[in-house]
């Protein structure tokens, strides 16, 4: 309140990313400093974000709160970018998230939850492939004003459809195998660009350089954006 701000050209997917701020309840003192932010206005500093932080989307509550990726007896079956051939050879996108202990198949239909605050923009069954249901989340924006999204594949027990408001927490579906097309896991990563917008099925193959254009090694993103309640310090293990 009280500042002149100049004129701004802002684009659709700025303009956008402000409107979304301001839906998600963030008051006008804040989106003035978002602002200010993106644009280099030159304001004056504003106090740190209450950021909400980002959760892994598996393990029990003590144990997503905790510092351990993956939580508990979790593991990621391929890495991030890393070349496999389990549903033909690709580059893979996220993490493949299984959980064998204490016996084999322990993950199946295990909670699938959202890692942070935003808004379900896909939740369908993508047909004539191995993706099974498909979960997509556009978050919250990042301090920074950044957007990502996380995506969670092959899961059964849907929970959420599109449009809905989700939490940081909130159970969206259970872990499931594709309609039996697939062992029981989780399929989850996080696109740090708007592809999963209009393609919710995107799979680069062994493109690894869209990999790296598109997504984000979905363990380090998170360990480097934990909520500010969790318990002990550090990140990955």
Known sequence: EGYNVPPIDVTRIELRRF?????????????????????????????????????????????????????GTWFDA????????????AYHTGADLNNNSPKWDSDRSAPVYSIA???????????????????????????????VYSRYAHVEDMRVKKGDKVERGQHIANVGNAFGMLAYHLHFDIAKT?????????????????????????KEFIAAHRPRDTQGTGGAE
């Open 117 to 147: 605050r935003g808004e379900v923009i896909f939740a369908e069954r993508i047909y004539n492939s191995t993706w099974g249901n498909v979960i997509v989340i556009r978050h919250a924006p990042l301090p920074d004003g950044r957007i």
């Open 78 to 89: 391929t890495g991030f970018a890393t070349y496999y051939t389990a549903v033909g050879a």
């Open 19 to 71: 409107l979304y701020q301001w839906e998600q309840g963030r008051s006008d003192t804040e989106l003035i400093y978002a602002i200010n932010d993106y644009f280099d206005l030159g304001l004056p500093t504003p106090p740190p974000w209450q950021a909400d932080g980002f959760d892994a989307p598996v393990g029990t509550e003590e144990e997503r709160r905790g510092t351990k990726l993956w939580p």
């Open 194 to 218: 708007d592809i999963l917008e209009t393609k919710p099925g995107h799979w680069p193959g062994l493109n690894r350089a869209e990999v790296i254009k598109h997504y984000v090694d979905p």
